[in-house]
């Protein structure tokens, strides 16, 4: 190396181009690192004396900063050396701790439970005071001046031996006690405070004693009991003989006896129990009022579920993957009413009610059903016998059957019927569904009775048929609409007469809902077309022959609409039926007036209901008012018809996607097109990577000081046994030299 | 075997009207058993004994025709008999032992050979009509058909030239199979013989059109039906006769097919059915199905459905055949009718009407009208039909995204739709909403109502697989609700109402 130190340090700073005029701009890009690195490996080239190398004989390789190293290499000397540094930290770290520790300021509290939350106020009292008491009784264990106290003060704690206190020495118990006084007495002496224990003693012995008088007592009564007893026999003949002799029966006349009876029966009966506080007509009134609320909100709200049930839109009308297993439906849970008024007093009558459970429908009597189908149910409730749920559910369903056979009763059986539905829900509503098939059949092979369509009828009473899914009304539903659009131009008047019945029946079950049917227009615009006199005035159809109702009658025939009778050709039903769809007409432009499609609607069946009206008016003022409402209602919807908007959403924006045209592209590497969340997985990998390194660093921190609390501990017993070492040892010393000096002394004595 | 046609027929004649003697000969020979008929032919075959056929054929007379009436326990040995019977002639065929003497002088053996000859067409005739008239015996029938194509194969191959078909025989087994009283057989004869074989039914439809009458026309469909489409490639693979090309085959499949097309008294139900198989059995077989076209297009205005079935075939000409026609769209929008909406047809013009709209280059006018068309349709519509108008029209919406204001206009204008116009394009539907549409969020089936939502939600579905949607009907919809499970109570009703009488839930009913 020539020249001074100086100028070989500036070639060594120039040579990794640090200094000097820089050549290349690339050196901006070299990292901060890499420069410190260089600048110490240049520092040390002109430190020689402070590196110190540790030659070894052998070549050993350990492992330092992760990684293999040979010992001894500049490579470990670096490594130890920071390990050193380290070291030397935590060092002056600890010693700074240690040195201020006790010497800060601070309040600590130390109450218990302070900062625990899970405690509430008065366990956390609680819990202070069992301490302090465990605290004090701690402190008294030892206390030499108040024994006597403590015995008193551990709350009756005493030694014991088979339930004796140790204290009491009283082996022979039937000697009888002395009176703790009189020994007292003769004691006398009242030379000192009794101490607990003598007091409690004192009151063991009275009681016993008072105990022991009270049983002699006792045994002396019973004794001349006895013998009065046996004397008794005496004494009564002596009253007998004295007084006139009594009739030998009771003199006491029917009602007392029947009285008496029933006032030992009244013993026996159970205990009258406190009526509900009487509640005023209005307190009544409210409740029902807020029942009721309740009722309709809840059926507002399965009217609108509309996501209740349809979730899984795509796999409903995905019919590849039928899953046999079936679709689970969220039905509404059953409010469990207190309908138990039927069976309350069956609870402790215990009498089975005379009626046998009906097991076909020809066991039902023919007057009275509503009392039988009262007492079945009273006699049957589950709670009274094993099995009676079952008969009971059988019974249920076999109901409903007979309501259906026989509609004439149906005023009766559907409040019935309903209050039993409550409790055997699911058996009615099995039964019901089971019978879809077989209605199904019969309005497809055109063989419907009465019974077939008030089916749906007593669907109608018995369910709630507002829901938006319910597990009975919508199959029912889709039956109906199905045998609307059966229909064609050639039905016959018994298929058009049951279409109206369904219709009326569809009708009611939307009453509140709503819900808007295709087929039911359609089937109204066929029978008008059907029905009205001369319909090629209206659709301009050439062919009247089909028509049912070609001419129109000089005086209409009128009859009642029977549901169980459908027509079979003897009574011309043609008019009524007319009157009825024209009724209907109104009735489906009142219920859809909401709709958007009502105009389409009024302009379908308007001319059919005008051209009604032509003819009948007259006779029927109700088809001219039915024919100004729909017309009415028809020009509203024109009038207030707009275009419809209903793609009123926040703007959806398009995902597009431009390529980076990255040079360094590394397809092991993953990118992230997404800029916060590439920032969000950076900071959240920096975080873990701190984390880690920071619970590293803490370990050996701990390490270290559990390693200096071992080093001082060892430190401290060390110098304590040195200590006393040295003390014994100047003992020993001291001692042995008056020893010596004792000795000596003596023997000096003795000579002398 | 063509001379002894007319006397076998007679023959076969004889025999029917000779069944009641024959049953007394019958008591005087009891045996018709299996090991008597293998007895019998064991003898012909090995010593040679001719006058075995008389004793079969006999057999045959006294027993199948019971059989064939009324089917039972004889019908094994009835079928043992066929293949006794067979395996005698074709051993004789094969000898060579029935073909007329080449020299004159062999009179003996010439006469031989003729009572072979009317022995054989006996049998011949007595298994033609197994074929044409057994509805009780199906496997004889089958083996009747077997025993008949192997003797056509035998002949065929026992001639002396390569190139020879022995056609007159096949000719009379088509003539009984089309006769058949049996479809089934019909079906399995195509299934089994004319698909496989192409030699087979090349020489089958040759010449087939004179033969055709109303008679067959069930028969002839139903083979149509059962065969394979074949390509000229499967025709190559095979080494058949020069005679036998693809070109000639079609020529003579179209031939014998218009033959039907034209017989004078098809009803509309006939129509129905050639128009369901047109498309995919007829045409891929013809030579120039161009010459379907008048046909096509009369069908097509027609009234009823005979149109929908139409569409399919004149797409495919349309398609593969450069048919040009002008008032394609036109016409098809004038089948949009509730009538339509209503047929077992629906799901297949659906398809069709997906299929024709699915361009990108119609007009917005248009994809609007069919639109406007289908949601009208819908206010009448049964619930199946409207299950596939809703993703239907979603998807012509999501393709053709200026149809949109349909359902979206913000800034108003007047409804100028014609719903009278035929013409699509001048319709005015683009200026009219969809209300049909949103009215069907509130239709009582609550999966529909649910469906009918997607034109109120942004449309993020790309679009809607059809084929969930167009098969539905009423009894599927009903099934599908059965087979939903009671989980929780069904809501009750809570209001008390009467039942009949003014006011209450039936007003104007009595019981």
Redesign the interface.
Known sequence: MAGSQLKSLKAALAKEGLIGAQKKKKSSDKRRSDTEKVIRGIRDEYNRFDQNVNRTKRDVSVIAGGQFVKEGSDQHNDVSRRKGAIQRTLKSQYELERKQKGKQGGLIDRRFGEKHKGLSEEERMLERYRRERAKEAKKRVFSLESDDEGADDDEGFILTHAGKPLAVDDDDDNIPLKHPNEEDMVEAAPTKRKSKREVMNEIIAKSKFYKKQRQDAHAQQQEEIMDLDDEFEDVMDAVRESQPAKPQFSSKSEEDIAYDQRVRELTYDRRAAPADATETEEEIKKKEEERWKK?VA??EA?MTA??A??DD??D?????SDD?E??????????DGDDEDGEGSGRFSRKPLAVAMPSSLKDFPEENVGEFIGQVAKAYAPHLAEGNKQLMDNFVALLFEYTVAH??H??VT??QL?KL??KY??EL??RV?NE??TI?DHLLSGDVSGADIFYF?AI??????S??????V??A???I??YL?SLTKESSLAQVYIGV?LV???L?Y?RLS??????V??FM?LALSRLVPEPSKVDGSESTESNLGAKPPKKPVTA?????ALPKGDVDLRYPVLL?LI?QVGQITDLWRD???L???GD?LGPWVNHTAKYYAGANPEVASTATMVGKLTEAARRD?????????RA?AIPTYAPAFDENFNPNKHYDNNVHRAELNKLRHTLKKERKQTLKDIRQEQKFIAGEKIKETKQFYDDYHKKMSNIINSIQTTEGREKNEYDRERKRRKQG | MGKSTAKSAKSAKSAKSSTPKTKDVSRKRPEFTPAKIDALVAQLIDANALNNLVALLEMWQTHVPSVLAQGGDDEATARHLVGGLFKSFNHLIRENRMALPKHKYDEKKAVAVKWLNKQYSTFIDNLLSVVQQSNHAPSLTVDACDVLMQLVKAETEAHYTEAFFAEKPLRRVRQAVLASENPAVVAWFAEEYLSPYFDLRFYWFHNLAPEITEAMFDNYLVLVEHLRELKDQQFAEKQLPSRVVPEKFRAHFQEATLAVLTLPKLTHAHYQRIMANLHKRIIPHMHQPHQLMDFLTHCYHQGGDLPLLTLSSLWELMKHHNLEYPDFYTKLYALLTPEMMASTYRPRFMRLCELFLSSTHLSAQLVASFIKRLARLTLTAPVPATVAVVPFVYNLLKAHPTVMVMIHRPEGGADEFNAEETNPLKTGAISSSVWELEALTSHYHPHVATLARIYSEPFRKLRYNMEDFYDWDYSQLVQQEQRKRYKAAAALEFEERGVFGAGNYLEDWVA
């Open positions: 009722l809840a059926r399965r509309r996501d049930e349809g839109l795509d409903y009308w995905h019919q590849s046999e079936g679709e689970e439906i969220d039905g509404e849970k059953g409010e509609p004439q149906a005023e559907i409040p309903r539905a409550s829900n699911e509503v099995t569904r879809i098939n199904r009828v109608g009473l018995i369910f709630s048929t829901d938006h899914y319910h597990l009975v919508t199959p539903v889709i039956m609409n199905e659009a019945a009326d029946i569809y009611q939307q709503k819900r808007y049917s295709p087929e227009v359609r615009a009642p609409l029977s549901l169980s009825k009724k709709l958007g499609v105009l389409d609607i379908a018809r707009k275009p419809l908007t209903l793609q009123y959403h959806i």
